[in-house]
T-cell receptor, first 113, second 112 residues
Framework: KAGVTQTPRYLIKTRGQQVTLSCSPI?????VSWYQQTPGQGLQFLFE???????NKGNFPGRFSGRQFSNSRSEMNVSTLELGDSALYLC????????????FGSGTRLTVV | DQQVKQNSPSLSVQEGRISILNCDYT??????FLWYKKYPAEGPTFLIS?????DKNEDGRFTVFLNKSAKHLSLHIVPSQPGDSAVYFC???????????FGKGTTLSVSS
C-alpha cells in the first residue's frame, strides 16, 4: 500500500512569508502527527490530529498551526516565517489500536532566507 | 527540559561486532518505547518497540532492553552491518496519549 506522502519535498521561502505543507497518510490511518527536525534538536513534536481534531500539541508558538480534513489528509501552516524555522518537517500516520508503529513520510525540507 | 535523552551523538563499530545504542528518559509515565532509524533525506523508519511491561524484545538482529528502575533502554544490533549506518532515534509515548517524544539521535557508523 502507498506510504505517507508529503508535498512539496523542498521549499524556499522568504522571512515573513507564510507556508503550507501537505501530508497524505496511509489509507485507513486516521492519526496524523507533525514533527520538526533540526540538526541540533532532533525530532520535536508539533501536533497530532485524529478525526479532524487536534489531540495533542507540542511546545511551539502559535505561528505553527495545522488542520486535518475528513479524508485524513493534513496540512501544516507556518505564518510569519523566521530563519530559525528552516528545518525538515516530517509527517507521520498510524492506525488504531495499540499499534504504535508510526509511519513517516520523507518530509518537506523548508529553507527560510 | 528533555524527557528522552540520547547522550552519545555518535558511535563507530566494526562490521560483525555488536552496536549498543543507549537512551535515558525522565518521565516514569512513559508506557511505550520505540527505536527508529533514519537515512539522510528520508523519513524515520520504525525498527522495534517495547512495552513498559516487558524488559526485552527481539526482532532478528535487533534487541531492545528496558530497565524501568533506571529509566534506561538500549538497542543492540548483532552483528552490525555497513547498511546499519544511519541515525538512530529513541522515542517514547505516554499511556494516555499518542505523541512520540524523541531523543536527539545517535549517528551509527559501521565500517567494513
Amino acid at each position: 500500500k502507498a506510504g505517507v506522502t508529503q508535498t512539496p519535498r523542498y521549499l524556499i521561502k522568504t522571512r515573513g512569508q507564510q507556508v503550507t505543507l501537505s501530508c497524505s497518510p496511509i489509507s485507513g490511518h486516521r492519526s496524523v502527527s507533525w514533527y520538526q527536525q533540526t540538526p541540533g534538536q532532533g525530532l520535536q513534536f508539533l501536533f497530532e490530529y485524529f478525526s479532524e481534531t487536534q489531540r495533542n500539541k507540542g511546545n511551539f508558538p502559535g505561528r505553527f498551526s495545522g488542520r486535518q480534513f475528513s479524508n485524513s489528509r493534513s496540512e501544516m501552516n507556518v505564518s510569519t516565517l523566521e530563519l530559525g524555522d528552516s528545518a525538515l518537517y516530517l509527517c507521520a500516520s498510524r492506525g488504531q489500536g495499540r499499534d504504535y508503529g508510526y509511519t513517516f513520510g520523507s518530509g518537506t525540507r523548508l529553507t527560510v532566507v | 527540559d528533555q524527557q528522552v535523552k540520547q547522550n552519545s551523538p555518535s558511535l563507530s563499530v566494526q562490521e560483525g561486532r555488536i552496536s549498543i545504542l543507549n537512551c535515558d528518559y525522565t518521565n516514569s509515565m512513559f508506557d511505550y518505547f520505540l527505536w527508529y532509524k533514519k537515512y539522510p533525506a528520508e523519513g524515520p523508519t520504525f525498527l522495534i518497540s517495547i512495552s513498559s511491561i516487558k524488559d526485552k524484545n527481539e526482532d532478528g538482529r535487533f534487541t531492545v532492553f528496558l530497565n524501568k528502575s533506571a529509566k534506561h533502554l538500549s538497542l543492540h544490533i548483532v552483528p552490525s552491518q555497513p547498511g546499519d549506518s544511519a541515525v538512530y532515534f529513541c522515542a517514547a509515548s505516554l499511556q494516555a496519549g499518542t505523541a512520540l517524544i524523541f531523543g536527539k539521535g545517535t549517528t551509527l557508523s559501521v565500517s567494513s
